[in-house]
């Protein structure tokens, strides 16, 4: 069966899903996105992502051209058009087709694409060994540049990381912001465990503030660890007894190395591990459901 892909009112089959090269998405990076995940015939967080969407588009004032509610049944219904039950679903709006100046007054209508696909897995083993990673030379844009806050077609910023952490042969990249303090990864953000303290760099950082970071730290105060959303260096990061990342794709992965430094005894933490647990737990358990009628 051909993939089913939903554009602009329509699900159609993948080949048919085309976007025009006037779209100033494609011309200037112009839009916003997300990335969400289904587990077990459940939509994890749906209400977050649509949430966050949202505050994506007004900032950068792209009307988007339905309601919450209509998005969130435009996307179940993706989902149960490509019959799945586990997926990644990428939902993309851009500024849509306008001419080959920038102003996105001549861009009336906003493009919304759909895409649901089929889940490839970081390989498990990576879980259990945990990541070795690198920071890179790249800096991340801070907030008051593209706030990185706007989950948004461009990028680059993160693909230049990207490309640096290649050049080391790493996984991911943690990029530091201007100041030099820890910010996120390319497509993850970063936690560190220092005695009983569980600490992730604050909103204002230069990051994006990821709706699994905020389940991460939910689970931290569960087990009674002192959470912290506070700016920490490399420093920190080396000495630290525990890491770990976090994202959609990634879900919850320990961090074992830093620029050849090992963190903690090399073997992802016992509260890492806890926290992968609870984390796949309530992946498992919660969510809303793509087949209830
Ligand atoms: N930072 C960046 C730059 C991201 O692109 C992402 C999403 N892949 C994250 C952090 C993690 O956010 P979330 O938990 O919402 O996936």
Redesign the pocket.
């Known amino acids: 069966m051909s993939k089913k892909i939903y554009l602009n009112g329509e699900i159609v089959p993948k080949e048919e899903a085309r976007v025009s090269v006037l779209d100033h998405g494609y011309l200037y990076g112009d839009g916003i996105f997300e990335?969400i995940r289904a587990y077990n015939g459940r939509v994890f967080k749906l209400d977050e992502?649509i949430d966050r969407l949202y505050k994506s588009a007004k900032t950068i004032m792209l009307d988007i051209p339905h309601t919450k509610d209509e998005i969130k049944e435009i996307i179940l219904e993706t989902i149960r058009a490509n019959n799945l039950k586990d997926a990644y679903i990428r939902l993309v709006i851009s500024r849509g087709e306008g001419d080959l100046g920038l102003d996105p007054r001549k861009c009336p209508d906003p493009t919304v694409v759909i895409i649901a696909s089929e889940i490839s897995l970081y390989d498990n083993q990576l879980y259990e060994k945990g990541l070795s990673v690198v920071t890179v030379p790249t800096r991340r844009n801070g907030p008051e540049m593209v706030n990185?806050r706007v989950?948004s077609l461009n990028y680059l910023n993160?693909i230049m990381a990207r490309i640096e952490a290649n050049m080391q042969d790493a996984p991911e990249a943690i990029i530091l912001n201007s100041q030099g303090y820890v910010a996120?990864?390319?497509?993850?953000?970063v936690f560190i465990i220092e005695g009983n303290n569980l600490v992730t760099p604050p909103k204002f950082a230069g990051?994006?503030e990821?709706?699994?970071?905020q389940v991460a730290l939910n689970i931290g105060e569960q087990l009674g660890l002192n959470v912290k959303e506070e700016l920490f260096t490399r420093y920190d990061l080396f000495n630290a007894d525990e890491a770990f990342l976090?994202?959609?794709?990634a879900e919850v992965i320990p961090v074992v190395e830093v620029d050849k430094r090992q963190i903690g005894n090399g073997k992802p933490g016992k509260f890492t591990k806890e926290i992968i647990e609870r984390f796949r737990e309530i992946a498992r358990s919660s969510g809303t459901e793509i087949y209830s009628n």
């Open positions: 990335g992502h990185p989950k993160n996120e990864c390319t497509g993850d953000n990051i994006l990821g709706i699994k970071r976090t994202g959609t794709a």
